[in-house]
């Protein structure tokens, strides 16, 4: 279930999706990565996510030994998805001149039931559309 840099690099660009799964942001993190909070990614019953099946998902934290990272590969797994998780982590990127980026915006687990769905804003009263 692990991936090595070298293998990461050899996928290409695109050739993978890669996810943060740290616990946090950093100053920076590997170029075209999208990060989740782990506990957003262990919560749901099932993963409702905008990823791609038919790619490789490498999932990496801070050093390759977070216990939720192997926990969040292991859902991943299970619902299909190749997943691997990045061996020696985001510190092993760096020794290895991986490029890097400025950490992305956390992204939202979609709610896969409309239960789920939180109103951000309250609908417009209806008198208010009238004037």
């Not at 999706?17 to 075209?32: D, S």
């Not at 590969?73 to 400025?102: C, M, S, V």
Request: aromatic share 4%; charged share 25%; proline share 9%.
């Amino acid at each position: 279930m692990q991936i090595t840099v070298d293998e990461v690099r050899a996928l290409g660009e695109g050739g993978a999706t890669i996810i943060n799964v740290g616990a946090h942001a950093g100053a920076e993190e590997i170029r075209g990565a999208i990060r989740y909070r782990p506990h957003d990614l262990l919560t749901p019953e099932h993963l409702a996510l905008p990823i791609a099946a038919e790619r490789p998902v490498v999932l990496y934290d801070e050093d390759g030994r977070g216990g939720n990272t192997a926990e969040i590969a292991d859902r991943f797994a299970a619902q299909g998805y190749n997943a691997r998780i990045l061996e020696g982590g985001f510190r092993a990127w760096k020794q290895h001149d991986g490029p890097t980026q400025e950490p992305s915006l956390e992204q939202v687990v979609p709610p896969i039931r409309p239960s789920e769905v939180q109103e951000l804003d309250p609908p417009p009263l209806a008198h208010a559309r009238s004037r």
